[in-house]
């Protein structure tokens, strides 16, 4: 079965503080896409990885991918109450890359003031 | 320019009843994907569509769910005979093709069984 596994599933933290979410996934596949959701709300994209060791920076957010160990990281740098969301990292898993996305569970992110 | 239109936001059915969601993706795009996400879990992979064809339904149910995008008009994802179970948010997403673009969302539909 495919699996996509998300950890934590919950973070609580304090603002100014360095964290990372990992995403391992259980499938060959070299496409990664980071999302963000704020209750109630739709999915925002946030990175697209599409190969090994890509790495991808945006504010106070980056991502990688490493293909081979099937994981993929976003880490937070000097977190902010703004940052205060669901993460979800989604793994292409479509045949000739399709676009059948894999979700994990997802990370829900505190940030304390 | 719009993005990804779902509507409506929030549909409520009676159990029995037939529940139909529609999504306009964003402009020049040919890719429509439906998701299902159920409280507090991530989003699970329902089926992939072009215009007039189903690419890949392996993640529908067998049974009851349908799903369409026709050469004119939105895609509609239709459950039939609804169960309480099938409470949950629909999202729909639309991308320009498979290249690696990342899949734009709608806002989804919160189906809600009575």
């Known amino acids: 079965e495919l699996k996509v596994e998300q950890n934590p599933l919950f973070l609580s933290m304090q603002e100014g503080k360095n964290y990372t979410i990992y995403c391992n996934y259980s499938t060959t596949s070299d496409r990664l896409y980071w999302y963000r959701q704020d209750p109630g709300k739709s999915l925002e994209s946030l990175f697209v990885l599409l190969s090994n060791g890509a790495v991808k920076q945006e504010g106070r957010l980056m991502a990688s991918l490493d293909t081979k160990a099937r994981l993929s990281t976003l880490h937070i740098t000097a977190a902010v109450h703004d940052l205060s969301a669901t993460y979800f990292c989604?793994?292409?898993?479509?045949?000739?890359?399709?676009?059948?996305?894999?979700f994990g569970q997802g990370t829900t992110l505190q940030v304390k003031p | 320019n719009a993005g990804v239109m779902q509507n409506p936001r929030h549909l409520v059915r009676r159990r029995g009843q037939e529940a139909r969601l529609r999504c306009s993706p964003m402009k020049g795009h040919s890719h429509v994907y439906w998701y299902r996400q159920l409280p507090e879990e991530g989003l699970k992979f329902m089926v992939y569509l072009q215009k007039e064809n189903i690419i890949d339904e392996s993640g529908m149910p067998k049974e009851r769910f349908s799903a369409e995008f026709p050469k004119e008009g939105p895609s509609i994802l239709r459950i039939q005979q609804v169960v309480r179970g099938d409470s949950a948010a629909y999202f729909c997403?639309?991308?320009?093709?498979?290249?690696?673009?990342?899949?734009?969302f709608g806002d989804g539909t919160r189906l809600s069984i009575l």
């Open positions: 989604a793994v292409d898993v479509g045949s000739s890359n399709t676009g059948k996305l894999i």
């Open positions: 997403a639309s991308s320009p093709g498979t290249g690696g673009q990342p899949q734009h």
